[in-house]
């Protein structure tokens, strides 16, 4: 009948129908399939690329973190340093401000050279009371102290001072050395002007004291009073300086600077000092001829 659909028919219409349908259901798989794999792969950890990378941060941080190690140790030691050298001269320089120094002066001081001077007057023995203020002197002072040196070497230049109208020669001698030698060139130097006494009357060496009274000195003991008689005071210093103190002596006026030069040093820059006299004993002097021939060296004053 012809309202009736042939099986043909219905068959090109279930074709159609049919085909696409497989068709979506093809795209649709495939279109499933491509998103399930981007988000498999998103999601799924890539351990090799991952490991590697975090190997390379490790790395790189621990280099880091070691050069930000040393570099804080050496600026630390750089600013130890610093503050101990500031430190240090800090001190130096409230030290040397207590004691109201200047820092030339500590300089010269605390230096590997040292002086030795030698200052050697002749007076006439009309010189009265000289040889008996200097036993005096000496029998009184600490010579075992700096401050008992420091006041026998001012108590000494005063005397000389007073007598100065008896002055009639003198002898100087200063010479720069190293510090390893000066103790031994000061002492050669006291034995060679201790060798010129016959006998020594009195000594005080170190604080111990020997007197003699019958000695006779280096004098005749005539107790003459004339130009011909003379007494011998020297001074033997060890000093500090690094320069010589003077220069010799020929005129008063050059001995009067020396001895106030003397007189002015700081107690800090007196090492050691030896008071000599001789002849040691008041009533004994000293003849020209045995001026001459124990002090050639010695020049008279003008």
């Given at each position: 009948?012809?309202?009736?659909?042939?099986?043909?028919?219905?068959?090109?219409?279930?074709?159609?129908?049919?085909?696409?349908?497989?068709?979506?259901?093809?795209?649709?798989?495939?279109?499933?399939?491509?998103?399930?794999?981007?988000?498999?792969?998103?999601?799924?950890?890539?351990?090799?690329?991952?490991?590697?990378?975090?190997?390379?941060?490790?790395?790189?941080?621990?280099?880091?973190?070691?050069?930000?190690?040393?570099?804080?140790?050496?600026?630390?030691?750089?600013?130890?340093?610093?503050?101990?050298?500031?430190?240090?001269?800090?001190?130096?320089?409230?030290?040397?401000?207590?004691?109201?120094?200047?820092?030339?002066?500590?300089?010269?001081?605390?230096?590997?050279?040292?002086?030795?001077?030698?200052?050697?007057?002749?007076?006439?023995?009309?010189?009265?009371?000289?040889?008996?203020?200097?036993?005096?002197?000496?029998?009184?002072?600490?010579?075992?102290?700096?401050?008992?040196?420091?006041?026998?070497?001012?108590?000494?230049?005063?005397?000389?001072?007073?007598?100065?109208?008896?002055?009639?020669?003198?002898?100087?001698?200063?010479?720069?050395?190293?510090?390893?030698?000066?103790?031994?060139?000061?002492?050669?130097?006291?034995?060679q002007e201790r060798s010129k006494f016959s006998e020594e009357?009195?000594?005080?060496?170190?604080?111990?004291?020997?007197?003699?009274?019958?000695?006779?000195?280096?004098?005749?003991?005539?107790?003459?009073?004339?130009?011909?008689?003379?007494?011998?005071?020297?001074?033997?210093?060890?000093?500090?300086?690094?320069?010589?103190?003077?220069?010799?002596?020929?005129?008063?006026?050059?001995?009067?600077?020396?001895?106030?030069?003397?007189?002015?040093?700081?107690?800090?820059?007196?090492?050691?000092?030896?008071?000599?006299?001789?002849?040691?004993?008041?009533?004994?002097?000293?003849?020209?001829?045995?001026?001459?021939?124990?002090?050639?060296?010695?020049?008279?004053?003008?």
């Amino acid at each position: 009948s012809p309202s009736s659909p042939s099986p043909r028919s219905n068959q090109r219409t279930t074709s159609p129908s049919s085909s696409p349908r497989r068709s979506n259901t093809e795209i649709e798989i495939e279109i499933g399939d491509d998103d399930d794999d981007y988000y498999n792969n998103r999601n799924r950890p890539n351990t090799g690329y991952t490991t590697s990378s975090s190997s390379s941060q490790g790395a790189g941080l621990f280099f880091l973190y070691l050069l930000l190690g040393v570099g804080a140790i050496i600026v630390f030691i750089l600013l130890y340093l610093i503050l101990k050298r500031m430190m240090s001269a800090s001190g130096e320089s409230a030290t040397a401000a207590e004691e109201g120094m200047p820092r030339a002066i500590a300089k010269e001081r605390d230096n590997d050279t040292v002086t030795i001077s030698k200052l050697q007057v002749a007076l006439l023995s009309s010189a009265d009371g000289i040889q008996d203020e200097l036993s005096d002197l000496s029998s009184q002072v600490d010579t075992s102290s700096p401050e008992g040196l420091w006041q026998l070497l001012q108590e000494s230049i005063l005397i000389l001072q007073r007598h100065e109208d008896h002055w009639s020669h003198a002898l100087a001698s200063s010479d720069k050395v190293a510090i390893h030698e000066a103790e031994t060139q000061f002492n050669q130097l006291c034995f060679q002007e201790r060798s010129k006494f016959s006998e020594e009357s009195f000594n005080n060496v170190n604080g111990h004291i020997r007197s003699n009274g019958n000695g006779n000195g280096n004098g005749n003991g005539n107790g003459s009073n004339g130009s011909g008689a003379y007494i011998v005071v020297t001074l033997l210093l060890g000093t500090a300086h690094d320069q010589p103190l003077f220069e010799q002596i020929h005129g008063v006026d050059e001995l009067e600077a020396a001895l106030s030069q003397l007189a002015g040093m700081r107690q800090d820059y007196l090492m050691t000092f030896y008071l000599l006299w001789t002849p040691q004993q008041s009533h004994e002097h000293l003849t020209y001829d045995e001026l001459l021939s124990e002090y050639t060296e010695m020049y008279q004053l003008v």
